[in-house]
């Protein structure tokens, strides 16, 4: 197999792993993945949610269910946008934004941990072909 067809398995191999080790060490929140996914996405001011579903990459649907949870558990608000009946802005609460904060400390330091020992520059070309990728597949049905 060459390099451009192990890219792929790859790719998929290292993010479901870095996620799942984030996971863990996140795991003392009481939060599951999609949880402090949604959250950490979610900026301030907020976003709609489909806008936020899009973000987030998940279903509508499914992403309904997840806030559901959240509100009930006083992470986030649902507030209706003016002018449109049926769309409603999701933002984080203030406990919201104090978990924001602790899952980006406990991210960076695993981010740093992992790229330790790996060229700064070497680090730069993988995140620029990575944004090339995800740019790519992002104008595939426009």
Do not use: C, Y
């Amino acid at each position: 197999m060459n390099t451009t067809d192990h890219f792929g398995v790859l790719l998929h191999e290292v993010a479901r792993s870095w996620r799942t080790e984030l996971d863990r060490r996140l795991r003392h929140l009481g939060l599951s993945q999609s949880q402090w996914l949604v959250l950490i996405k979610l900026p301030e001011e907020g976003l709609t949610q489909t806008a936020l579903a899009r973000k987030v990459g998940i279903e509508g649907s499914t992403l309904v269910r997840l806030l559901d949870r959240l509100q009930a558990n006083g992470w986030i608000e649902r507030r209706d946008v003016p002018g449109d009946r049926r769309a409603k802005r999701v933002v984080p609460t203030a406990k919201a934004k104090t978990l924001q904060h602790e899952v980006a400390v406990i991210a960076q330091a695993l981010r740093e941990q992992l790229l330790a020992g790996i060229d700064p520059a070497r680090v730069a070309i993988a995140a620029e072909v990575l944004s090339q990728l995800r740019q790519k597949l992002e104008n595939l049905h426009d």
